[in-house]
């Protein structure tokens, strides 16, 4: 091994790049992006209080804020007229900053207020706790957050009971992670996130599921010293300098659970892997 072996999320600067190459190499925004379209009309037309003045939408790990502009005009255009408060809670600046660019970019035409607060979900629930504030919100969503939070349950459970009466959390997650992450388990102190909904049966939640399968463009890891096939393999892992730091049986068989024929399509000298994605509504 010549380097020590730290989590991707332990360098910011990084984790930021891989995800970027891990978006353009994926469909995981436009599978995201297409759920959205197909469904979340008919979930957020009853979300509001009768006679409300605004609806209040909570976005946790929102990254640059994509797939939350997407939801924010889908509501919007759910109730025309209706002012919309967001509040952002997301730990890094860079992917702030982005999103606040996007904001500028894109939303016009929004009635739409936001609150940033670059923070974790962790740090966002004991400022809440310590101002004795639980305001509540008409919809709330976890998009491809619930890995890094330090207990999915008590996550679950707390912002859950932020929901109003008529409310919706919404949380998509990709169940296969586990399949790539034993490294980083084993090896970084990674803490292994149980299964969503194992946790919301456990916590007797009443939810809907929707699976989704996209497509994952591997090729690039297979190419010796190829610079965007590293930072995917980064990704994937949630090893920092995944290469550099494992041992090259550990790279063997990384290289090999996703090689998997299974899980895999070659066509035209291209590698796509199948993923799944699961799209869950919860209801208060
Ligand atoms: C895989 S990205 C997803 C970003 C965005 N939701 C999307 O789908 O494009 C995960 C995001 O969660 C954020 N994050 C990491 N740990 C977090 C925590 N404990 N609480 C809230 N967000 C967190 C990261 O900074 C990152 O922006």
Known sequence: MEAPVNLLFSDFGLYVKTFEVYIERSTQHQCTKKFIDENLSDLVTSIGKKGASCLNVLGLGSGSGEMDL??????????????????????????????????????QGLNISFIWNQLSSEEYVKQNKERKESKKFDFIHMIQMVYYVESIHDTIKYFHSLLETNGKLLIIYNPDYTRFRSLSFELAGDHFVPDVQK???????????????????????????????????????????????????????????????????????QIILNRIMCAIVVDP
Do not use: W
């Not at 967001?86 to 939303?107: A, F, M, R, T, W």
């Not at 096939?229 to 990704?235: M, T």
């Open 70 to 107: 997407a939801i924010l005009s889908k509501i919007q255009s759910q109730h025309p007229g209706l002012p919309i408060h967001n509040e952002v809670v997301e730990p890094l600046p860079q992917q702030i900053s982005k999103y606040k660019d996007l904001v500028k970019e894109k939303g």
């Open 199 to 269: 946790v919301l049966d456990e916590l007797r939640m009443k939810y809907q599921i929707c699976k989704l399968s996209f497509g994952m463009d591997v090729t690039e890891c297979f190419i010796e010293g190829n610079e965007n096939g590293e930072h995917l393999l980064d990704f994937i892992t949630h090893i920092a300098h995944f290469k550099k730091s494992v041992s090259a049986d550990q790279k063997d068989a990384v290289l090999q659970q996703i090689r998997q024929p299974q899980f895999i399509k070659e066509e035209n000298g």
